[in-house]
């Protein structure tokens, strides 16, 4: 037998196959009894005027250690449904109340919305809201608007938030990812931080452009976290895992305060979801 077959062979048996797409959820996305746990309120169901004939389920996050005469931080997820829960798939309020309590994010109130829904019968899931790609695909500027306009005033009634726009962070993925990007390009004086994870920048309503758009406009006061993974979409709209690729290069290009995480997940939460607390720490740096 050659030298190069026994190695072979040898090789086979001494380095175990890696795993594709094999995240795991670290404590940080643990419940722990010493930790003081913030609350979750339901919202009454939003009829929008901006998106007539719209409704939406949404909820908040409000940490332990909120005080009113402190205004808190802001972070708003779109497809708020799979964010909120403490057992789903991002445990973003264990994650919050970890980080928070630790010092390594600043109290921080969290919005969790869904994109919204023809009349009052909610379709059979909740990612097949009729809304949805034309609330998160579509650039400019309407989103941000419904939320300066209609939902976030309505947090104000009840808590005081900060002005500062770098205390302002947007969060979303797939067609929620471009959608939070675009409220921070759009409205950079409200929103100036992006959690991006496998987001849709393809052409499913134009938003290929952005890695032009990036490279030719002056940069913004933006700080952007993407994630994607090589076994993410490919399909007649584009090539996710190229496109994100181009994102991170064009912000690269201008010299923006960002960090490209790119591993071997497909198009769904499990990377992001595990790289999440740690995102969470660098977004909100001081």
Request: hydrophobic share 40%; charged share 20%; with cysteine.
């Amino acid at each position: 037998m050659s030298t190069r077959r026994l190695i072979s062979i040898l090789l086979s048996f001494t380095i175990p196959a890696m795993a594709v797409d094999d995240y795991k959820l670290g404590p940080l996305s643990q419940e722990t009894p010493d930790v003081p746990k913030g609350k979750v309120i339901p919202m009454p169901a939003h009829e929008s005027k901006i998106y007539a004939g719209t409704k939406r389920d949404w909820w908040l996050y409000v940490p332990a250690q909120y005080k009113p005469e402190q205004p808190a931080n802001l972070m708003v997820f779109q497809d708020g449904h799979d964010y909120v829960g403490v057992k789903g798939a991002w445990r973003v309020p264990v994650v919050f109340d970890h980080l928070i309590a630790s010092g390594d994010m600043p109290p921080t109130i969290a919005i969790f919305i869904n994109p919204g829904h023809s009349g009052d019968t909610k379709p059979p899931s909740a990612w097949k809201n009729n809304n949805r790609g034309k609330e998160y695909n579509t650039l400019g500027a309407t989103y941000a608007t419904f939320l300066l306009e209609e939902i976030i005033p309505q947090v104000r009634k009840d808590y005081q938030l900060t002005d500062d726009p770098a205390g302002w962070a947007i969060a979303g993925a797939s067609s929620g990812a471009i959608c939070a990007f675009t409220v921070a390009w759009e409205r950079p004086d409200k929103f100036r931080k992006v959690f991006s994870t496998i987001g849709s920048y393809v052409d499913l309503a134009g938003g290929h452009v952005y890695p032009s758009l990036i490279r030719l406009t002056e940069r913004k006061p933006l700080r952007i976290y993407l994630q994607d993974g090589s076994s993410d979409l490919d399909n007649p709209f584009g090539n996710w895992p190229l496109a994100n690729q181009q994102m991170a290069k064009a912000l690269e290009y201008h010299q923006y305060d960002h960090i490209f995480v790119f591993g071997d997940g497909a198009h769904n939460s499990k990377h992001g979801a595990s790289l999440f607390p740690e995102a969470m720490k660098w977004l909100w740096r001081r």
